[in-house]
């Protein structure tokens, strides 16, 4: 998929996202490698309402450092937008990020610590897992859930951290405790899919409390 299908593709997800309470008002963002040069990618620019996102309001950022590289006057970075660039240098075959706040992910409470930084939180082994790509019949799989950190690179760093010491987790998505998760995928469509999942699973979670 070209730059401008793949930006209009994340526009729309942005408006589905947003009619499903996902991404009220400005929170969340969400991005796509540039399969043209593989090393940059574009995520939405801060302030911006999720239900009224246009193909335009993107920024262009380094994969390699978050460095901004483009952006129409008046647009900046997302919030997020260290975390997304950790998940890019992190994972080279992921092409798209996508970052939202649902009731249930904010319902739920781990009490991860803020010296801990983050914990591995068991997942239950239903149906709904196969849409990660695991098969296992009853897997034992955890998530990992992190503090959420008023300064973002923060929470970005325990991540990069956690993918460097723990390595790659066996699910396609992390968790930001008290703020929403965070899945990818090789694709756009990929990535959509998890995230459906993932929903699922912690409304799950949720109603097992």
Not at 28 to 56: M, P, Q, V
Not at 126 to 132: G, L, V
């Amino acid at each position: 998929m070209d730059l401008i299908s793949s930006l209009q593709e994340v526009t729309r997800l942005s408006h589905l996202y947003y009619s499903r309470q996902w991404m009220f008002a400005t929170a969340g963002n969400l991005s796509t490698r540039d399969n043209s040069s593989h090393t940059e990618f574009w995520i939405t620019a801060s302030g911006k309402h999720k239900g009224e996102l246009k193909d335009t309001d993107f920024v262009c950022v380094s994969v390699k450092d978050g460095t901004l590289l483009s952006a129409k006057e008046g647009l900046k970075p997302s919030a997020e937008t260290s975390i997304h660039q950790v998940l890019y240098s992190q994972m080279p075959n992921v092409g798209s990020c996508l970052h939202v706040h649902t009731l249930e992910s904010n319902l739920l409470e781990f009490g991860v610590g803020k010296e801990e930084g983050y914990r591995e939180i068991p997942i239950p082994p239903i149906e709904i897992i196969k849409a990660f790509g695991i098969w296992d019949e009853k897997p034992s799989l955890t998530m990992p859930v992190f503090y959420n950190h008023t300064d973002v690179p923060t929470i970005a760093n325990q991540i990069k951290r956690y993918f460097t010491t723990v390595g790659i987790p066996k699910v396609p998505f992390l968790l930001i405790e008290g703020h929403g998760p965070t899945v990818w995928g090789k694709t756009i469509a990929e990535a959509n899919k998890h995230l459906e999942a993932v929903h699922f699973l912690l409304q799950v979670m949720a109603r097992r409390v």
